[in-house]
């Protein structure tokens, strides 16, 4: 099904890099990114109280921790980057693999990366527009710089991505524990402080109902998403059997430690009103408590957050494109890694990753299409643990170095199909977009695949021929161009 093309050279694996420390900050780094400073106001609107918005968020990341636990599972059973496609390609075939593989090109990785990205120019610009919003074009082109810095440094080596990587996501973590610090002596040390948020007002207005628990859950999991990062990149881990799961409950614990604690510091500074009107929290509380300084100092925290959460973003999704060329589901050239040197890295898979992104900055109404994910996002996600169940039955025979309760599996496609739930009653409209995006697959499916029925059709035939021939162009120009030759695994 993949465009062959000429290729000159043999195939080379990728290289293990990933230390422990990496794998660890890789997650923290992208679990932290613009989300803890955007969704509190959704899950307090959505929890009705202090206390029950806390609990959500506290439910959340437990949710979060039992779906990297599965997959710490999934990813020493099936050793391959890629994370949720390389299962459901395993348990389930091509045709499912291929239909998550479209929907994350054609919406999930580019838009979220796209507004992430958004979010960094946006915040690194505030500092200098005081008064007003940065106007638009300000905005996208300096997210369009921030995604090309991050492609040109993965290309030239892994490491110095994980470098990065590690340097942004201590500095995140600092950033918020000064936030917290900050917003713990405001409540015990100062007169302002929003005591009752905390005792009689605790669970003022609390929304019991099923519906609104859910939602608060559904807002509050968006932040945490990223928990899978080192799923997609497990090929490059050191010593994955051991290193994947200490780097889950080391990781894991932190996230859902310091994402509870900011929120207290959210409430001890500001009231729930204050918090739900917010459209910059963070700002906000650090100018009420640190004065203009905050103000100037927060924007730039939050942009270096965004940065180290689009450089582990990047790093995966392109490791995800990179595994479904490796499979023939995307054109061979997108599978090439470097060899010059010992840099070993998927640099063609990065470019196409950054490319696609920029291309959705000339989205006037990107953040929109987040609102068509949602769906499909947990209906993979809860496919791959799915066909952990699957194998489980089919395959008990198979070498598993990881094995937990399959108590956690069947609690979590349990949840999965919760959160696929919701959307349909929240966001119909929404949500059957994005199934007719992802749906949209079967077409390039049967043409990729060019069964008998479809060769008879001239036109369709001269199509596909002639997609091949302009790929395998690209494929052998990207060879002139760069020291690149086709991807595979370290076992092939």
């Not at 099904?1 to 992208?30: H, P």
Request: proline share 5%.
């Amino acid at each position: 099904m993949g465009v062959e093309g000429t290729v000159v050279g043999g195939g080379d694996s990728l290289k293990k890099k990933i230390t422990l420390r990496n794998g660890v900050t890789l997650i923290v780094g992208n679990i932290i990114g613009s989300g803890i400073f955007l969704t509190p106001t959704a899950v307090l609107f959505a929890s009705g109280s202090p206390a029950l918005s806390l609990l959500s968020w506290s439910f959340a990341g437990l949710f979060s921790l039992i779906g990297a636990i599965c997959y710490a599972e999934l990813g020493t059973t099936i050793v391959k980057s890629g994370a949720s496609y390389a299962y459901i390609l395993e348990a389930f075939g091509e045709f499912i693999a291929f239909l998550r593989l479209w929907i994350s090109v054609l919406v999930i990785e580019p838009t979220v990366q796209a507004t992430i990205a958004i979010t960094f120019g946006q915040y690194l610009l505030q500092p200098f527009n005081a008064y007003c919003e940065p106007d638009m074009l300000s905005t996208r082109l300096v997210a369009a710089a921030c995604i090309f810095s991050i492609m040109y440094v993965n290309c030239i080596n892994v490491r110095y991505g994980t470098r990065l990587t590690d340097v942004f996501a201590y500095a995140k973590v600092a950033a918020l524990i000064v936030l917290i610090f900050t917003g713990l002596f405001y409540l015990f040390f100062t007169s302002s402080g929003q005591v009752d948020n905390f005792t009689t007002g605790a669970w003022t207005n609390s929304k019991y109902d099923p519906l609104s628990i859910v939602i608060g859950l559904y807002q509050g999991l968006f932040s945490y998403s990223g928990w899978d990062t080192l799923n997609f990149l497990v090929e490059e881990l050191q010593d994955p059997f051991v290193n994947m799961p200490k780097a889950i409950w080391i990781s894991m614990p932190i996230v859902i430690i310091i994402y509870v604690a900011i929120n207290v510091a959210y409430l001890a500074v500001l009231t729930p009103s204050e918090i739900m009107s917010s459209s910059a929290l963070a700002n906000d509380m650090a100018t009420r408590t640190l004065g203009p300084i905050g103000g100037i100092c927060v924007p730039i925290a939050v942009a270096m957050s965004c940065w180290g959460g689009l450089n582990s973003s990047m790093m995966a999704s392109s490791r995800l494109f990179m595994v479904g060329s490796r499979e023939g589901h995307l054109p061979l050239w997108i599978s090439m890694i470097t060899f010059k040197g010992n840099s070993g890295t998927p640099a063609p898979a990065m470019i196409f990753t950054g490319l696609l992104t920029i291309l959705y900055l000339l989205v006037p109404n990107v953040f929109d299409l987040v609102n068509y994910y949602s769906f499909t996002y947990w209906l993979t996600v809860g496919l791959s643990v799915a066909g952990q169940i699957y194998l489980r039955y089919t395959e008990p025979d198979r070498a598993r170095p990881i094995k937990f309760s399959l108590a956690w599996p069947i609690i979590f496609t349990l949840m999965c199909t919760m959160l696929i739930v919701v959307p349909l009653i929240t966001q119909p409209v929404d949500t059957l977009i994005g199934c007719g995006m992802m749906f949209s697959g079967i077409i390039p499916w049967f043409l990729w695949k060019k069964t008998d029925w479809l060769n008879s059709c001239g036109c369709i035939k001269a199509f596909a021929n002639g997609c091949e021939r302009i790929l395998g162009s690209i494929t052998r120009t990207l060879q002139l161009l760069l020291p690149v030759i086709p991807g595979k695994l370290a076992d092939e």
